[in-house]
């Protein structure tokens, strides 16, 4: 009897994004800054990215697990709570401070709860991370396991760019920074997340990558290119000699394939979500879209018939934070009073994998 109750009642849960706050690093870099070191220009830049300037982290004092902790802290203070009271943590990037462990658990030494001994969850899922961490921290809530999530979102991009022309393409369009949120249960059932949807199709996972250091060795992807790892052992170390030789550490990114498949994706997805829930576009008070490109924000603003008020965009100012954008922009939407109390909250995100997904939110 009691069993059933507890279920019944963990079914009536909703989670809630009980605050929400970002962190980025001081250090502003413009798009002429970088003409400095690639061929490249603030006109080209703006006109295919929307990007004005970013931020880097200072290389010397932060790493992406600091710059998680820092959002972390405001997000639990603002939530009203103490550090002790998280019970689990989510911590999504693609530029973690080491290849293991992950950043949760350096995000649970930073934050010095490491007494408390919490489980600490990293989600590899790139521009989606944020999205794909707020779907499972979900369903940890709606089934009365935790109380208290810390979902974080960072990147320390500017430590994984190629800073000749040779990387332009890439290295333009990323910046630093953190978000973070603090997600509890409500019994309100009209407000809180209402849905989330979750896709992949591998196909093509290269096209968007970073694809060194990795077990491949060189003899999945062709060795001609990545070189020959020390075949006097059984083994190898990740990393070989031409790797290195031949700048080949850094991501890579097909443009315009990526451009094409999000423009179809991001609409897709958002109007997946407003199915599973009944409601419309024009119900939507607020979009906030992965920031990947103001270029792409916009087709998917004209796609599903979105007022400039209704979709938010800072990349301007950031460039592509990549899994912590979204928890940047909700965090600053929040800030300048464009989210209300129960507005219509909806995220959305495309990235490497490819991955994407999206969240509707009564707030
Ligand atoms: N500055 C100046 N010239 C550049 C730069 C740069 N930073 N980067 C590339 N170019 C040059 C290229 O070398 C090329 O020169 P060429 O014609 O002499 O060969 C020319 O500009 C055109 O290159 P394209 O790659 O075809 O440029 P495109 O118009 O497609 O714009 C861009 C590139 C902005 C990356 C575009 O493809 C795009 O927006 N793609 C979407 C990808 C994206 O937004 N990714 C974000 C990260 S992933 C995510 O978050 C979803």
């Known amino acids: 009897m009691l069993y059933w109750l507890y279920n019944r009642l963990a079914l009536m849960l909703r989670t809630r994004i009980k605050s929400i706050a970002h962190y980025v ?46 959002a972390a802290e405001k997000a639990i203070a603002e939530a009203g709570i103490t550090k002790e009271d998280v019970d689990f943590i989510i911590f999504a ?22 007494e408390m001994e919490v489980g600490a969850l990293d989600i590899r899922n790139q521009c989606s991370g944020f999205v794909y961490g707020l ?3 979900d369903k940890f809530i709606r089934t009365g396991t935790y109380k208290n999530i810390l979902l974080v979102g960072a990147e320390m991009h500017s430590m994984g760019l190629d800073f000749s022309t040779e990387g332009r ?50 003899y999945y992807l062709g060795k001609e290119k990545y070189g020959y790892p020390d075949e006097s052992v059984p083994g190898g170390i990740f990393v070989t000699q031409k790797m290195v030789d031949d700048n080949l550490l850094a991501g890579n990114m097909t443009g315009q394939l990526v451009f094409k498949t ?37 087709f998917v603003q004209k ?17 592509n934070t990549t899994a912590a954008s979204i928890p940047i922009a909700m965090s600053e939407a929040f800030e300048q009073g464009k989210i209300k109390d129960r507005d219509l909250i909806c995220i959305a995100a495309f990235g490497s994998g490819f991955t994407w997904g999206s969240a509707l939110i009564r707030w």
């Open 135 to 137: 779907s499972i921290a």
């Open 303 to 319: 796609r599903l018939e979105l007022r400039d008020d209704q979709v938010f965009s800072n990349i301007q100012k950031y460039g």
């Open 169 to 218: 393409g890439v290295t333009v369009i990323f910046g630093d920074g953190a978000g973070a949120c603090i997600l509890q249960p409500t019994e309100d059932e009209n407000r809180g997340i209402l849905t989330t949807h979750l896709h992949a199709n591998g196909t093509h996972a290269e096209e968007l990558a970073m694809i060194n250091p990795g077990s491949h060795g060189g």
């Open 93 to 114: 990037t693609l530029s973690p401070d080491y290849y293991f462990p992950g950043c949760g658990v350096l995000l649970q030494r930073e934050l010095g709860i490491t």
């Open 262 to 298: 999000a423009v179809t994706k991001f609409p897709a997805v958002i109007k997946e979500a407003l199915k599973a829930t009944g409601y419309k576009s024009s119900d939507i008070d607020l979009l906030i879209p992965h920031q990947a490109n103001l270029r792409i924000s916009a």
């Open 25 to 70: 690093p001081e250090q502003i870099v413009t798009n002429d800054y970088l003409t400095k070191y690639m061929d490249t220009s603030d006109e080209w830049i703006r006109e295919r990215t929307g990007i004005e300037e970013r931020r880097y982290a200072d290389k010397h004092n932060e790493t992406t697990s600091t710059m998680g902790a820092r």
